[in-house]
C-alpha cells in the first residue's frame, strides 16, 4: 500500500516560512535562503568527449580520465549520490605531482574550461562537479613527519583523508584537529576552517598551518607555478590567510600542507544513550529529558579544554537503527512504522599520566548527574561510570566509525595499513548508491539552547517521526558540538584568518537523510522540516536583531549567494576575500556554485544590502510565494 500523509503540513509551514519571508526587514543583512523544490536532471552536458587532440595531458605523472574510459563513470560521482546524475565533468584528472596541476591548469586555460578542485568529493552542497575539468589531488596523499624548534611538524599531501592523517600520525603519538568522517579530505577540511575532537585543546584546523604548497596563476606574469606560503611570504601573504578558512575551489589549488601536531597518548571516553521511543506521550518524562539535556551542558560549561563534548538527538526507523545501508525498499516484516529516537552524551578526554584521574573524575561526575536523570527515562546504556581509557591509535577507529573493521583487523592478524583503505572505501559506499542522501543546515549558538529552544526541538521530531519517518524510511540527527577552549581563544601561533565564529557557545548540525528510491514528495518534506527547524532555531536571536552564523564546511545547496556569503563571513572578511580572489584567479577559472566572487561584483551586492537600496517587492513577493507556498502546493498533489 502506497504511504499516505496529510496535506496540511506541508502548506501550514510554507505559509509560515512565506510570512517570515515578509516580515524581514528588506534592509537586513537577514535574507531569505532559497529553499531548493526536488530536483529534475536533464541529460549530461559534456564541455567535450574524447581526448583528440589533448595530448599535453599525455605525459601525467597521474591519469586523465575521460567520458569514454571505462572508469569515468565511479569516478566522475561525488560521495553525496544526490548529485551523481548530474555530474559530467568532461575530464578528470588525477594528479600526482605539481607539475601535473600546472599541465592541466593550462590545459583548461587555452580552452576556456572551468576547473573545480576536488580532494574527498565530500561537498554536501555536490560543489566539485562541473562540466570542465575535475582536478582530483586524491593521489598527493603522503604523510611525512619531522621536528622544528617549535616542536613535531606533520607535512601532509593535499589528497590525504582524515583517517589516513590520523593513521600516519598516530605511528608518532601525534595528531592533528581533523575531522571524524574518514574519507573526508584533510585539504577541504582546512580550506573551510576545519574541527575535530581535538580542536578545543589545539584549535582548528587551520590554526595548525604553518607552510602551504600550492600551485597558482602569478599576478604578474599571468603563468602557473608551484609556490610555498608562510605567514611571512612578502608576495603570498593574502594566500596564507585566504586558504586557512576562505573555503576551498578558489585562489589555487593547495598540493601540500605542513600542521603543527599535538601529542596524544591516551584518551578517556564516556558515552551514553537514552531511549527517547517512549518519552513523547509521557509530559512528565518529557521534562526529564530537558532536564537531562541541560544537566550535561551545565556540565560542559566546567570542563577543561581537553574535552571533547558533543551531544544529538536522532530518529530514524527501527528497522535501519544502525545499518548504514538506507537505498535499499521496505521488507513485509522489517517492523515498518516503528521509530528508534535516542538523545546521545559523548565525551573524549585526551590525558596522559596523571592528568587522566582529572578526566576520570569529570566523567564519574557526568556520569552520577546523568543517572539521577535517567530514572524516568527508560532504556539507557553507557560505558563504564569512570569512563573507559584508550590508546589514542586505537580510539581513532572509534572516531572515523571503524571500530568493528579494526576488532575484526585484530582478529585476523590484517595489515593496519590495509585497514585504512577499507574503512575509506566503507564511507565511500555512498558512491556506488549504498548509502542515504544527506542534505545538511547548521548553525552557531553563542549560549546555551533554552528549555523553550529545546522543547521546540523535541516537538520538531516528533512532527518528523510522525509525518514524515514513519512512512519514508528517512532519518534526522541533530548534534551540538561544544564550542570554546583554543576554537575561542586560538592558539598563540594561529596567525589571522578568515574564520569568523570563534565567539560561540555550540556549533548545531542538522541532517536529514532519504534513499534512492525517495519519490519527490518526501525529498520536499526532509527539504521544508529541516528548513523549519534551522528558523525555529534562529528566530529568538533575530528577532532580537542577531546575526547567527552558519559552518561553511557544512555547505548548504539551498542557500542563495547573499545568504550563505552573510553567514559565513564578515562583509570585510568577504570583501577582502573577494579581492584576493579577484587578483590570482582574475579570469574566474577556479568557480563552483559557492565560490568567493570576483571583487568587482562587490558593489552590486553591497548596495542590495543597504539600507537606502531594499529589494523590490515585485521580485522579493513572487519568489517567498513559489518558495515557501507554492511548492508545498504541488508536493501535496504529487502525493
Not at 563513470?73 to 553525496?80: T, V
Not at 588525477?94 to 576536488?118: C, P, W
Request: aromatic letters at 10%; hydrophobic letters at 35%; a negative charge.
Amino acid at each position: 500500500m502506497a504511504p499516505t500523509t496529510t496535506a496540511p503540513p506541508n502548506i501550514f509551514l510554507g505559509i509560515a516560512l512565506f510570512l517570515a519571508c515578509l516580515t524581514a526587514e528588506s534592509h537586513s543583512v537577514i535574507l531569505p535562503e532559497t529553499i531548493e523544490p526536488p530536483r529534475t536532471f536533464s541529460s549530461p552536458h559534456l564541455a567535450f568527449t574524447a581526448p583528440g587532440d589533448m595530448a599535453e595531458l599525455n605525459n601525467l605523472d597521474g591519469q586523465a580520465i575521460w567520458p569514454t574510459d571505462q572508469a569515468y563513470d565511479m569516478a566522475r560521482r561525488p560521495w553525496q549520490t544526490f548529485y551523481k546524475c548530474n555530474a559530467y565533468p568532461g575530464v578528470i584528472v588525477e594528479v600526482a605531482s605539481d607539475n601535473d596541476v600546472i599541465l592541466t591548469l593550462q590545459f583548461a586555460q587555452t580552452r576556456g574550461l572551468r576547473v573545480t578542485v576536488r580532494n574527498g568529493g565530500h561537498s554536501y552542497a555536490g560543489i566539485s562537479r562541473t562540466t570542465g575539468v575535475v582536478l582530483d589531488v586524491q593521489r598527493l596523499a603522503t604523510t611525512t613527519v619531522q621536528s622544528s624548534p617549535a616542536g613535531p611538524l606533520a607535512t601532509v599531501g593535499a589528497g590525504q583523508i582524515n583517517i589516513g592523517a590520523y593513521y600516519n600520525l598516530s605511528q608518532f603519538n601525534l595528531s592533528i584537529p581533523a575531522g571524524g568522517c574518514p574519507s573526508v579530505g584533510i585539504s577541504g577540511l582546512t580550506l573551510g576552517g576545519g574541527f575535530g575532537v581535538l580542536s578545543r585543546l589545539s584549535g582548528l584546523t587551520s590554526d595548525q598551518v604553518t607552510q602551504i604548497k600550492a600551485v597558482i596563476r602569478d599576478p604578474d606574469t599571468e603563468s602557473f607555478k608551484s609556490v610555498v606560503i608562510t605567514a611571512e611570504s612578502s608576495d603570498y601573504r593574502d594566500l596564507f590567510y585566504a586558504f586557512r578558512g576562505g573555503m576551498g575551489g578558489n585562489y589555487g589549488v593547495v598540493t601540500e600542507w605542513t600542521y603543527r601536531t599535538t601529542p596524544v597518548h591516551y584518551v578517556l571516553t564516556s558515552e551514553y544513550e537514552f531511549n527517547l521511543t517512549l518519552y513523547r506521550n509521557d509530559s512528565t518524562s518529557r521534562m526529564r529529558v530537558l532536564e537531562g539535556i541541560q544537566t550535561f551542558m551545565s556540565w560542559a560549561d566546567s570542563t577543561e579544554n581537553t574535552t571533547y563534548c558533543e551531544m544529538s538527538i536522532s530518529t530514524e526507523p527501527l528497522s535501519r537503527k544502525g545499518n548504514v545501508d538506507y537505498s535499499g525498499g521496505p521488507s513485509a516484516d522489517d517492523g515498518k512504522g516503528q521509530l528508534a529516537e535516542a538523545f546521545i552524551v559523548e565525551t573524549m578526554c585526551v590525558c596522559d599520566g596523571s592528568s587522566c584521574d582529572r578526566c576520570r573524575d569529570g566523567a564519574i561526575e557526568l556520569h552520577n548527574q546523568l543517572a539521577n536523570f535517567s530514572t524516568d527515562i527508560t532504556n539507557y546504556k553507557s560505558v563504564l561510570p569512570n569512563g573507559t581509557q584508550v590508546a589514542w591509535d586505537r580510539q581513532i577507529w572509534k572516531i572515523a566509525g571503524c571500530e568493528s573493521l579494526y576488532n575484526s583487523a585484530l582478529r585476523r592478524g590484517s595489515s593496519l595499513d590495509d585497514l585504512v583503505r577499507t574503512c575509506a572505501a566503507a564511507d565511500q559506499s555512498t558512491r556506488v548508491g549504498r548509502g542515504p542522501h544527506n542534505r545538511k543546515k547548521s548553525l552557531f549558538m553563542p549560549q546555551h539552547p533554552t528549555n523553550n529552544d529545546l522543547s521546540r526541538l523535541l516537538t520538531w521530531f516528533d512532527d518528523f517521526a510522525k509525518n514524515i519517518v514513519a512512512d519514508s524510511y528517512t532519518a534526522a540527527n541533530v548534534e551540538f558540538y561544544y564550542w570554546g577552549g583554543a576554537l575561542a581563544t586560538p592558539p598563540s601561533y594561529a596567525t589571522e584568518s578568515p574564520w569568523d565564529h570563534r565567539d560561540q557557545k555550540w556549533l548545531v548540525h542538522i541532517t536529514g537523510r532519504f534513499p534512492d528510491e525517495a519519490p519527490p514528495r518526501v525529498i520536499g518534506q526532509v527539504y521544508f522540516a529541516l528548513s523549519s527547524l534551522h528558523l525555529t532555531l534562529t528566530k529568538p536571536y533575530t528577532s532580537a536583531g542577531i546575526m547567527l552564523n552558519d559552518y561553511q564546511n557544512f555547505a548548504d545547496a539551498s542557500l542563495s549567494f547573499a545568504a550563505w556569503s552573510t553567514r559565513y563571513f564578515r562583509t570585510s572578511t568577504l570583501q577582502r576575500l573577494e579581492e584576493i580572489n579577484q587578483r590570482f584567479n582574475p579570469d574566474n577559472m577556479f568557480r563552483n556554485e559557492m565560490s568567493i566572487p570576483l571583487r568587482t561584483v562587490t558593489t552590486v551586492r553591497s548596495a542590495a544590502r543597504s539600507n537606502h537600496f531594499p529589494p523590490s517587492l515585485l521580485v522579493y513577493v513572487p519568489l517567498c510565494l513559489l518558495s515557501h507556498v507554492a511548492v508545498p502546493l504541488l508536493l501535496t498533489f504529487l502525493a
